[in-house]
T-cell receptor, first 117, second 112 residues
Framework: GAVVSQHPSRVICKSGTSVKIECRSLDFQATTMFWYRQFPKQSLMLMATSNEGSKATYEQGVEKDKFLINHASLTLSTLTVTSAHPEDSSFYIC?????????????FGPGTRLLVL | GNSVTQMEGPVTLSEEAFLTINCTYT??????LFWYVQYPGEGLQLLLKATKADDKGSNKGFEATYRKETTSFHLEKGSVQVSDSAVYFC???????????FGTGTSLTVIP
């Protein structure tokens, strides 16, 4: 099946610094990628939808200036957490959809655990 | 609106026991339904899916049938193994658009 990777898998940073997380589709072209956030023992919360070559669409309540998303190519999307604070500590998961909007299956990356001290 | 409700866990079973994890949904139109599994420290993996009413998704001994009349997509396995210990998420997706709606997840622990 399709493979999605994320890098790094785990990151610890100081409060106030910025952290970039990469999401790559390894064996397919992903016209759309999604970024989710998962709190401990909770479900995934969709943060934003990223389409290649255009601006990301953010869900209500998600600060677009804090969570910068860039989808520069059909195989790479990045999420940058700017000026990170301890409350940003979470598990961030990306997913990618192959093909057009009628392709429903999303393939998930392994996640990135962010800890802000 | 669209939403997914899963039975709350955690669920603890002995090896070879029968598993049922209930999932019901509310949706406009005719969504596709999914079960994803998350092993400790990992991301989500697609376990099975069904795209229309009465479809049965199956994989690795797990099954779920899309029941439109009861708006349900319950996950079942006849004989669980220790390696099935994970968190299971039920999800729905509308056939157009981007939105996935996840349940809160059900943690399963299988003891030898």
């Amino acid at each position: 099946g399709a493979v999605v990777s994320q890098h790094p898998s785990r990151v610890i940073c100081k409060s106030g610094t910025s952290v970039k997380i990469e999401c790559r589709s390894l064996d397919f072209q992903a016209t759309t990628m999604f970024w989710y956030r998962q709190f401990p023992k909770q479900s995934l919360m969709l943060m934003a939808t990223s389409n290649e070559g255009s601006k990301a669409t953010y869900e209500q309540g998600v600060e677009k200036d804090k969570f910068l998303i860039n989808h520069a190519s059909l195989t790479l999307s990045t999420l940058t957490v700017t000026s990170a604070h301890p409350e940003d500590s979470s598990f961030y998961i990306c997913s990618a959809r192959e093909g057009d909007r009628y392709q429903e299956t999303q393939y998930f990356g392994p996640g990135t655990r962010l800890l802000v001290l | 609106g669209n939403s997914v409700t899963q039975m709350e866990g955690p669920v603890t079973l002995s090896e070879e026991a029968f598993l049922t994890i209930n999932c019901t949904y509310t949706a406009t139109g005719y969504p596709s339904l999914f079960w994803y599994v998350q092993y400790p420290g990992e991301g989500l993996q697609l376990l099975l899916k069904a795209t229309k009413a009465d479809d049965k998704g199956s994989n690795k001994g797990f099954e779920a049938t899309y029941r439109k009349e009861t708006t349900s997509f319950h996950l079942e396995k006849g004989s669980v193994q220790v390696s099935d210990s994970a968190v299971y998420f039920c999800a729905l997706s509308r056939k157009t658009g981007n939105q996935f709606y996840f349940g809160t997840g059900t943690s399963l622990t299988v003891i030898p």
